[in-house]
T-cell receptor, first 113, second 118 residues
Framework: GNSVTQMEGPVTLSEEAFLTINCTYT??????LFWYVQYPGEGLQLLLK?????DKGSNKGFEATYRKETTSFHLEKGSVQVSDSAVYFC????????????FGAGTRLAVHP | DAGITQSPRYKITETGRQVTLMCHQT?????MFWYRQDLGHGLRLIYY???????DKGEVPDGYVVSRSKTENFPLTLESATRSQTSVYFC?????????????????FGQGTRLTVV
């Protein structure tokens, strides 16, 4: 079945450091891929998405490239801020059926001044 | 207000009681979903619905019941609450997927309901 695997957290960084959160997936067909972010006490918000191979999603300085050959969708940011502290979820939406969102376990990011 | 809202935001209930979590969206989205969020598991799908009167089980449906008599509402009922159902519950909605490039595939989430079963 479809699944998403994320690197375990927490990830602790200093402000302005480079961020990578790894995400790999298993899916049949051609899924769409997403990164969602959850700030403390809030629901999930879409951060970025990619709907086909080699697409690059970007938003708020974050980027992720849909790599079909390595079944990966790693999240990167060149210079993190304290305000980026949150939980990040990688997710896929299958290309058939009810197009359910399948989530990874989430990675908590803590950025210190 | 437009959007997706969940109620209540916080709930404490006793083991064995029935409890219903409400979800309401104003966009007339076709798809609606219920997830539970637990440490170490991320979000797991409980039930989903493709339209009014069409529902189906997700990954962890046992102990839960849903209904969707109207497009905008998707209540989740715990028939006899257990301590293992202590969790944060999220409702989400999404429009029917369009065709071609630029299709809208974003899901929108409510603020969550924190449920504690004692």
């Amino acid at each position: 079945g479809n699944s998403v695997t994320q690197m375990e957290g927490p990830v602790t960084l200093s402000e302005e450091a480079f961020l990578t959160i790894n995400c790999t997936y298993t899916a049949t067909g051609y899924p769409s891929l997403f990164w969602y972010v959850q700030y403390p006490g809030e629901g999930l918000q879409l951060l970025l998405k990619a709907t086909k191979a080699d697409d690059k999603g970007s938003n708020k300085g974050f980027e992720a490239t849909y790599r079909k050959e390595t079944t990966s969708f790693h999240l990167e940011k060149g210079s993190v801020q304290v305000s980026d502290s949150a939980v990040y979820f990688c997710a896929l939406m299958s290309s058939g059926g009810y197009n359910k969102l399948i989530f990874g376990a989430g990675t908590r990011l803590a950025v210190h001044p | 207000d437009a959007g997706i809202t969940q109620s209540p935001r916080y709930k404490i209930t006793e083991t064995g009681r029935q409890v219903t979590l409400m979800c309401h969206q104003t966009w007339s989205h076709s798809y609606m979903f219920w997830y539970r969020q637990d440490l170490g598991h991320g979000l797991r799908l409980i039930y989903y619905s493709a339209a009014a009167d069409i529902t189906d089980k997700g990954e962890v449906p046992d102990g839960y019941v849903v209904s969707r008599s109207k497009t905008e509402n998707f209540p989740l009922t715990l028939e006899s609450a257990t301590r293992s159902q202590t969790s944060v519950y999220f409702c989400a909605s999404r429009p029917r997927q369009g065709r071609g490039l630029g299709r809208n595939t974003e899901a929108f989430f409510g603020q969550g309901t924190r449920l504690t079963v004692v």
